[in-house]
């Protein structure tokens, strides 16, 4: 166990600095293949020695070799997110299928967050694949869950469609389409992830609100896709049980 853990840890290590080339060229309709790793700012290849996970920035110091120009520290970050959340799945999980969703939830839900904070949208480029993946994962691995899945799905998508359509300009189609892809990997947990998207957003929005005034914080745009996100994980460890709660006190 020790040793499955650890490696996937170096894997999401791997798996992380590929999510930081999808959240940024993604978006800007650019290859994630070619070119290689350039600086950001002097456009300089990054040599291989100096794109391993984490441990280069460090060396680094968070600058370019070349031009010295400084690199966020979200990309060490997200690698180690990626790396700590992709550990958590294979020490909690004890069958194929689970930890197999929950490392394709990982690997789809951190691009998903990236991108929606910082370009307010939610690719159907992610969303897509990762229901098929979900599909798949489930057909070849426990076909029992499938029905469970697609309900799940159907139920936490039309939810959010129709907050869409009532509150158009609050609600996008991309929060609609991940809510739908997150009932294909969490099943019934879907409900508490909803449940806490919705908390979570509603405290931000107080927070907001409370900083800046309520005329100001109304206007404000906050994208719910990362909160989504969050509920997601959190149902994905123990969904299951809120639900059983539940159930055992009502």
């Known amino acids: 166990m020790v040793l499955a853990v650890a490696l996937a840890a170096v894997g999401g290590l791997v798996v992380g600095s590929f999510l930081n080339v999808v959240a940024?060229?993604?978006?800007?309709?650019?290859?994630?293949?070619?070119?290689?790793?350039?600086?950001?700012?002097c456009g300089v290849a990054i040599r291989p020695y100096d794109n391993v996970p984490v441990l280069s920035w460090l060396v680094l110091r968070g600058r370019c070799r070349n031009c010295r120009a400084p690199i966020s520290a979200r990309y060490p970050l997200v690698e180690l997110v990626t790396a700590g959340l992709y550990a958590a799945v294979v020490a909690t999980q004890d069958d194929a299928v689970r930890i197999a969703l929950g490392l394709l939830l990982v690997t789809a839900l951190v691009p998903i967050t990236l991108i929606d904070l910082e370009r307010r949208i939610i690719p159907n480029k992610i969303t897509g694949p990762a229901a098929i993946a979900a599909l798949v994962a489930t057909a070849a691995l426990d076909v029992d869950f499938l029905p469970d899945a697609v309900i799940a799905a159907a139920?936490?998508?039309?939810?959010?469609?129709?907050?869409?359509?009532?509150?158009?300009?609050?609600?996008?189609?991309?929060?609609?389409?991940?809510?739908?892809?997150?009932?294909?990997?969490?099943?019934?947990?879907?409900?508490?992830?909803?449940?806490?998207?919705?908390?979570?957003?509603?405290?931000?929005?107080?927070?907001?609100?409370?900083?800046?005034?309520?005329?100001?914080?109304r206007k404000t745009a906050v994208p719910f896709g990362p909160f989504l996100a969050l509920g997601g994980l959190i149902a994905f460890f123990a969904g299951n049980d809120l639900v059983d709660a539940y159930l055992d006190t009502f």
Request: proline share 6%; charged share 15%.
């Open 24 to 41: 940024y060229r993604l978006p800007r309709g650019e290859s994630l293949v070619r070119p290689g790793s350039r600086c950001p700012a």
């Open 155 to 217: 139920a936490g998508g039309g939810f959010f469609l129709v907050a869409a359509l009532l509150y158009p300009s609050g609600m996008g189609m991309g929060d609609v389409k991940l809510a739908g892809m997150l009932g294909l990997y969490l099943g019934r947990g879907v409900a508490p992830a909803i449940l806490i998207a919705l908390v979570a957003g509603v405290a931000v929005g107080v927070a907001v609100i409370a900083r800046k005034g309520a005329k100001e914080g």
